[in-house]
């Protein structure tokens, strides 16, 4: 239901274990915590799924028995914004733990890219997400309703 | 600084208001495991933090908090909205009412206010971010439970189950940051210095 953008060829021989595995200290000093290093080169979805399941990794999606499957997000102007604008902070987390991570880095800057486009075609749409975007309105349109957390008839845009 | 985003994280539109939910999902807006002591426990802590990974990872984190403390605000809204007293009357939610109508307010599910006292910022960096790994596991089982009242309407667990997986997320990535923290410290222990303190 989202478009892909073009992935990096993701190296499988940085996993040395399995995608829903990390890596740890063979010999590890006592005392401290410990969770495992998420591998590079982990499985991702696409923007899409990666909101529907609040993740982009499926390796860390552990869901509750009681609500196990993934929401089924229709989609629009919106939710293609917020899907894009997801990947965004979820490689920036991770990315803030694993800096060498070139492929990371390169998928960031294509999903970057992308936002930025999804971000002028809503705004274009339906005003602006930011107030100094309120700018490229011919009036004040930064107090257009509804806010975010408003009850929308008939759907969110 | 913090620039506004006239959007939510993930979508919120909940068709069915559903007060006596309300009453219990307000905890993860200003309970002790809530959104609000989660973004300022990691936007305390992230002053005395002296390595520019755990800087970052907890201004990231902290800022995308402040996201769901906005969702879980929108939910309570929207289960409120439209009420008649007789809706209210004879519910769990009917003490909440009194004090605060349909207004968003920070506190316990118990009605407790949101109290500082549920976090620390500890000034320490082991500390911290061990307080850190607990946290997300404290907000984690509290979705849980809420999943266990919310019962089926999908318009709130869908909401519910995304915010769950922040905390797991969230989690490992504090889990790294600790390991990227231990490399920089003293390699024989650790705990021999605080680096946020002992320059």
């Known amino acids: 239901m989202f478009p892909k953008p073009d992935k990096p ?16 200290p063979s010999c590890a000093p006592l005392a401290v ?38 929401a089924n997000i229709p989609m629009t102007p919106l939710t293609e914004l917020q899907a894009l604008e997801f990947v965004l902070v979820e490689l920036g ?26 971000r002028a075609r809503y705004e274009s749409l339906y005003g602006p997400v930011t107030q100094t975007a309120t700018a490229q309105s011919k009036t004040w349109a930064w107090l257009k309703d509804p806010w975010p957390w408003n009850y929308q008839e008939g759907g969110d845009k | 600084m913090f620039v506004y985003e006239k959007k939510l994280q993930y ?16 905890s993860q807006y200003g309970g002790p495991d809530g959104e609000l002591g989660a973004s300022l426990r990691y936007l ?10 755990l800087k970052a990872l907890l201004t990231d984190i902290g800022t995308e908090e402040l996201g769901h403390l906005e969702m879980v605000g929108a939910v309570v809204h929207q289960l409120t909205r439209n009420l008649k007293v ?6 769990p939610f009917a003490a909440y009412f009194v ?21 620390q910022s500890t000034g320490d960096v082991i500390a911290d971010l061990t307080e850190d790994l607990a946290a997300e596991q404290k907000a984690r089982l509290t979705y849980d439970n809420i999943l266990r009242l919310a019962k089926d309407d999908p318009d709130v667990t869908d909401v519910i189950r995304f915010l769950r997986e922040r905390e797991i997320v969230h989690f490992q990535r504090f889990g790294e940051a600790i390991e990227l923290a ?18």
């Open chain 1, 9 to 24: 060829g993701e190296d499988m021989n940085a996993m040395p274990c399995g995608d829903a595995s990390g890596v740890l």
């Open chain 1, 33 to 70: 915590p410990y969770v495992p290093f998420q591998q590079m080169g982990s499985q991702k979805y696409d923007h899409g799924e990666a909101l529907e399941n609040g993740t982009l990794f499926p390796g860390l999606n552990l869901p509750f028995k009681l609500k196990a499957k993934a």
């Open chain 1, 93 to 118: 987390l991770y990315l803030d733990t694993h800096q060498d991570d070139a492929q990371a880095m390169e998928l960031y800057r294509q999903y970057a890219a992308l936002e930025k486009e999804g």
């Open chain 2, 11 to 26: 979508p919120v539109r909940i068709q069915n208001p559903d007060p006596k939910l309300a009453s219990v999902i307000i």
């Open chain 2, 44 to 53: 305390s802590q992230r002053f005395a933090m002296p390595y520019p990974e």
């Open chain 2, 86 to 91: 007789s809706d209210i009357e004879g519910t």
């Open chain 2, 99 to 119: 004090d605060h109508t349909a207004g968003v307010y920070p506190q316990f599910a118990s009605g407790y206010p949101w109290s500082a006292s549920t976090m």
């Open chain 2, 182 to 199: 231990k490399q920089r410290m003293d390699q024989k222990n650790i705990y021999f210095t605080n680096p946020a303190f002992d320059k």
